[in-house]
Structures are given as C-alpha cells and as structure tokens.
C-alpha cells in the first residue's frame, strides 16, 4: 500500500512552453500533497502544499504564478511550470500524505513519487 | 519555522561495521521524526520514523533514537551492506504540517 506515481519521469521542454506534472496517489486518498524540488547533491526543497478542494499554500519565495498547482481530486496533484526557463531546471518529486487510520497510518507519514527531471532548453 | 541540521555530510564505512547520522531540531512542537534513504536519480523511500512519546525504535538492522530534552535523533545502521550506500534523510514535523528535512548524508558501504 502507499503508492505513489508520477508523470512524466523525464521531459525536455524548449524556453517559454509550459509543462504539467501529475502526482497521483495510487491505492489510497490524500487530501494533502507536496511538491518538492531537489537540486543535484541537495536536499529536498518544500515549494507547495497542495490541498483537495482549496488553494495550495505556497513557501516564501515560490512563484505561485509559475508554479501552478491544482489538486483537485483525492488521488490526483499536477504541477504546471508555466513559461519555463533553463533555471526551472531540476528534479520535482510529489509527496502524499497517508490518512490517519490508512493502512496503519498516523496521518503525518509521506510517501514519494518517483519524482520528473525537467530540463529546459 | 523548524530548522533540521544533519551530520555527517559524507560517511564512508567498512562492510560490517555500523553507522551513525545525527540530526538536531529547532522546534520543540515537533513529534515526527522520520528517516528516509534515496538512492541516485530515484524516489526518497521511508526506512523507519519515530514519534515524540518513543525513545527509541529499532527494525531490523536499523534504529533510531530521539531525545527530546536535547532535540536531537540519530539514525543507526548495524552490519552494513553494499546496498545501504544511498543519501540519507532526516525529517522532522509537527502533526504532518511543515516537513523541513536535513541536508542530507551521503553514506559509502566499502566492500
């Protein structure tokens, strides 16, 4: 139990297009899922928490305008970079929160998706 | 806001002896502490968490202990493999809000 998938894995985007990220929850119901971007070598960077039904709440310094998040389904998050540049570069992993009472869970365990390098051109 | 520290950096050990990562926390609200191993180019994977009533949990050939009075918790491997080499993750939180992760350590198993 707990799986989480994301798409794409791998996209490659020219300067100025747009890119959709999905984050699905696969064999459970997250009402709450995260956004991350990882940069080589670094740890995991919080951009936004997304929430079923309402609008996600972004960390300070990230571009809700650019960062497009809608969550609006219990098992389904997309992210959409909007007019990418080559600095958008980087890798975006999905997380989603496990229920309390799921599968044993508590209601504050993460799970990850496999996360999509996106290099921009 | 919570601030995780972690140490090592980098961690380079023998097969078969063990392994310590540290990680201190700045929040005394927080009550999840998990651990998460990520191997290159591929998803964090959650090895073993610990909440704030624990002392200390053990799975297997991993452990983890917290001490809420210093605001630290360390990650313990025993019998190190090949495979355990991966970065290393820890995390804190308060009731699954504001998940704030370390840095990271970069552990070597040498055969």
């Known amino acids: 139990g707990a799986v989480v998938s994301q798409h794409p894995s791998r996209v490659i985007c020219k300067s100025g297009t747009s890119v959709k990220i999905e984050c699905r929850s696969l064999d459970f119901q997250a009402t709450t899922m995260f956004w991350y971007r990882q940069f080589p070598k670094q740890s995991l960077m919080l951009m936004a928490t997304s929430n079923e039904g309402s609008k996600a709440t972004y960390e300070q310094g990230v571009e809700k305008d650019k960062f497009l998040i809608n969550h609006a389904s219990l098992t389904l998050s997309t992210l959409t970079v909007t007019s990418a540049h080559p600095e958008d570069s980087s890798f975006y992993i999905c997380s989603a929160r496990l229920p309390a009472g799921t599968s044993g869970g508590s209601g504050d365990t993460q799970y990850f998706g496999p996360g999509t390098r996106l290099t921009v051109l | 806001g919570e601030n995780v520290e972690q140490h090592p950096s980098t961690l380079s050990v023998q097969e078969g002896d063990s392994a310590v990562i540290k990680c201190t926390y700045s929040?005394?609200?927080?009550?999840?502490f998990p651990w998460y191993k990520q191997e290159l180019g591929k998803r964090p994977q959650l090895i073993i968490d610990?909440?704030?009533?624990?002392g200390e949990k053990k799975d297997q050939r991993i452990a983890v202990t917290l001490n809420k009075t210093a605001k630290h918790f360390s990650l313990h491997i025993t019998e190190t493999q090949p495979e355990d080499s991966a970065v290393y993750f820890c995390a804190a939180t308060s009731w699954g809000q504001n998940f704030v992760f370390g840095p990271g350590t970069r552990l070597s198993v040498l055969p």
């Open positions: 610990i909440r704030s009533n624990v």
């Open positions: 929040d005394s609200a927080s009550n999840y």
